[in-house]
């Protein structure tokens, strides 16, 4: 059947059309979103502007073939249609019909840039959706360890822009404990903004300090993450090596079953 055809190449990630299908997707969305940028300047605009405009009129369009296609060949439409992915491939493509019928609503046309999210769609091409896979089991496994991380790290910042606010005081720019964890932030993160700075000289060793701790802490996260990757393939190995010697085992115990049957037949002779 037709829907079952156009089912294999549009969600079939695993057939040789849907991938073919998934990677013409992505070129088309990452072209639909260069348009969006480039129409965004305004020297372009004025000189180009017509011309992106067919432009996005016709990446529209695809766009919302594409997308009635898929609420005609998927199995639950009302899943599809409610689920992200399926809100935001509605959102990438209303602007642009909007602004036919109510023009001042032109301003939000960088909405369309949310096509960009639809990239995630890659994940569903086997060797990301593996890698996507691990990732998402890192990130899971290392989660109360970064939520510990994080509590630490805010613990931190309140302590030291209470100290901040206590050392410079409103006079140097520290007007209250809020806007000094916000600067302790700044700090730690070695942003830097600037628009807060210790005068005296123990202010300035405290962001010295700040500062030193904070290239020491960009680390930990990293880390964290890396360690569970490391443990997961690890894991994964260990379960590989037991699959195989249990394969070894079957085969062995098929090789003696074969030779009893063998001699078996043997003997009836």
Not at 41 to 47: G, P, R
Not at 51 to 76: H, K, N
């Amino acid at each position: 059947m037709l829907k079952d055809k156009l089912r294999e190449v549009i969600f079939g990630y695993r057939t040789r059309a849907g991938k073919l299908f998934d990677i013409f997707l992505l070129i088309a969305i990452m072209l639909s979103v260069i348009g969006v940028i480039l129409d965004s300047e305004s020297k372009i605009h004025t000189k180009h502007g017509d011309l992106l405009l067919d432009i996005e009129w016709g990446f529209t369009i695809l766009f919302t073939i594409e997308y009635i296609l898929r609420i005609y060949c998927v199995r639950s439409k009302r899943k599809y249609i409610f689920s992200s992915m399926g809100i935001i491939d509605l959102l990438s493509i209303i602007p642009t019909y909007l602004v036919v019928f109510y023009p001042p609503i032109g301003s939000l046309i960088g909405i369309r840039i949310m096509r960009l999210i639809r990239v995630f769609r890659i994940f569903q091409l086997t060797p990301y959706l593996r890698s996507g896979h691990r990732m998402e089991i890192a990130l899971k496994s290392s989660r109360p360890k970064i939520i510990v991380f994080i509590l630490y790290i805010s613990l931190i910042v309140v302590i030291l822009g209470t100290l901040m606010y206590i050392v410079e005081g409103q006079k140097n720019g520290f007007d209250n404990i809020p806007d000094s964890i916000y600067w302790a932030v700044v700090t730690l993160t070695t942003v830097g903004y600037g628009d807060v700075v210790p005068v005296t000289e123990l202010g300035k060793g405290i962001a010295v300090l700040i500062m030193m701790l904070g290239y020491a802490i960009i680390a930990v996260p990293t880390g964290i993450v890396s360690a569970e990757f490391a443990k997961n393939d690890k894991e994964q190995l260990e379960n590989q090596d037991e699959i195989l010697s249990k394969e070894d085992e079957i085969l062995n115990k098929l090789n003696a079953l074969e030779s009893k049957i063998d001699k078996l037949k043997r003997d009836e002779k």
